[in-house]
C-alpha cells in the first residue's frame, strides 16, 4: 500500500488506516481484524484513551505483541471519566496529559507513541501549557510527534500559529467538506490531514440508503436531507460503478488533495477491511472524476467556532 508523510515528521503511514473505535468490545474479534489489518499493508492504527473506557486502547496493544516496530501507532487524549464511569469531561491541563499518557502507554504495552493526539479543543483552553505538555513528552521521548484532533477553524489556526503540530485529524468526506477551507494554511506550514469518518457513517459505501440510521432517515446527514442523499448516492454510485465502488472512489476523494496523509476508515468486520484495503488500490480519481464529484456534493463550511 502507497505510504505518505505526515507533515514535517518522520512518520509514513498507509494511505489507508485503521480507526481502531469501531472495532468494539469483543477482544478475540478486535485482535483478528488489527493483525488482518497489519498482514494486508496497513501501517497505521489510531485509538483513543477515551474509546470503552480504555479497554480499545488494551486490545491495540496486545494486539502489537511482538509487531510494534511495524506499526505508526497514534492515540489521543483530553476528556477524563468522571468517577462513577457515568460520561466525561474535557480536561486539557498539563498535569492531565502527563498523567493519562503513562496509563496509555501501559494500556498499549509500549514505551512510545508515535503520534500523540489532543482529543478536541476549544479556544478558551490554556493553549500555551497544552503545548508544553505535548513538547515535553517529546523531549522526554515518550511521544515522537503529536497532533490534535479538531473540526473548529479557531482551535485549528490556533495550534498552527502557536506549535509544532504535524497533523489535524478532521472529519472528511464527499458528504462533509468542511475542512477544505483549511487545506491552504495547513500546506502552507506542512501540517497534514487524518482524514476521519471518509464514508460518512457507511453512506458513501455499497450499503443501501434504506439500511442507514433512524436518524439518518428523519434528520438527513449534515447539510444533506434524507431526500437530497435518496437522489445524490445513486447518481454517484452510478458514475463511478464502471471503475471502482463507491467505497474506493469516496475513499479517493479524500486522498485526492497531497494535504491528506491518511483516510482512517473504521471496520468492525473483516468484510468491511477488506473493502477499505481494497479501494487503497483502486483506479486513482482523475482531475475531471474529482471536480465532477466536487459538482456534485456541497463545499459548506464551518458556521461555528470562527
Known amino acids: ?42 501501517n497505521y492504527l489510531d485509538t483513543a484513551d477515551l474509546y470503552d473506557r480504555g479497554l480499545n486502547e488494551e486490545f ?44 496509555s502507554l501501559r494500556r498499549l504495552q509500549t514505551d ?9 479543543g476549544t479556544i478558551d483552553d490554556p493553549i500555551d501549557e497544552t503545548i508544553e ?42 458528504l462533509d467538506r468542511r475542512p ?23 453512506l458513501l459505501t455499497e450499503r443501501p440508503l434504506e439500511a442507514a440510521s433512524e436518524s439518518v432517515k428523519q434528520h438527513g446527514y449534515l447539510d444533506y436531507t434524507y431526500e437530497e442523499l435518496q437522489l445524490l448516492l445513486p447518481t454517484l454510485k452510478e458514475r463511478t460503478a464502471p471503475n471502482r465502488s463507491l467505497t474506493a472512489a469516496a475513499l479517493q476523494f479524500c486522498l ?20 477499505n484495503i481494497a479501494a487503497a488500490s483502486a483506479h486513482k480519481l482523475t482531475q475531471d472524476e474529482y471536480e465532477w464529484l466536487r459538482q456534485q456534493t456541497k463545499a459548506s463550511v464551518y458556521e461555528a467556532h470562527r
Not at 498507509?14 to 496497513?42: N, P, V, Y
Not at 485526492?256 to 473493502?275: F, H, K, M, N, R
Open 180 to 202: 477544505e477551507e483549511l487545506f491552504p494554511l495547513l500546506k502552507e506550514h506542512k501540517i497534514s490531514v487524518i482524514a476521519r469518518g471518509p464514508v460518512a457513517k457507511g
Open 112 to 120: 512510545y507513541i508515535d503520534l500523540y493526539q489532543l482529543h478536541g
Open 133 to 174: 505538555a505535548f513538547e515535553e513528552l517529546k523531549q522526554e521521548g515518550v511521544i515522537r510527534h503529536y497532533g490534535i484532533s479538531s473540526i473548529r477553524p479557531n482551535v485549528i489556526r490556533e495550534y498552527v500559529k502557536r506549535s509544532n503540530i504535524v497533523s489535524v485529524m478532521m472529519q472528511y468526506s464527499l
Open 256 to 275: 485526492y488533495d497531497s494535504v491528506v496523509a491518511a483516510a482512517i476508515p473504521g471496520a468492525s468486520s473483516l468484510e468491511q477491511l477488506a473493502e
Open 1 to 42: 500500500m502507497n505510504k505518505r508523510r505526515i507533515g514535517t515528521s518522520d512518520l509514513y503511514v498507509s494511505e489507508i488506516g485503521l480507526g481502531c473505535m469501531s472495532l468494539g468490545t469483543d477482544e478475540q474479534k478486535a485482535i483478528r481484524l488489527i493483525h488482518e489489518a497489519l498482514e494486508r499493508g496497513i
Open 60 to 103: 491495540v496493544g496486545k494486539a502489537l505483541k511482538g509487531k510494534r516496530d511495524q506499526v505508526v501507532l497514534a492515540t489521543k487524549v483530553g476528556n477524563r471519566w468522571n468517577n462513577d464511569g457515568n460520561g466525561w469531561f474535557w480536561d486539557p491541563s498539563k498535569a492531565h496529559i502527563k498523567t493519562a499518557v503513562k496509563e
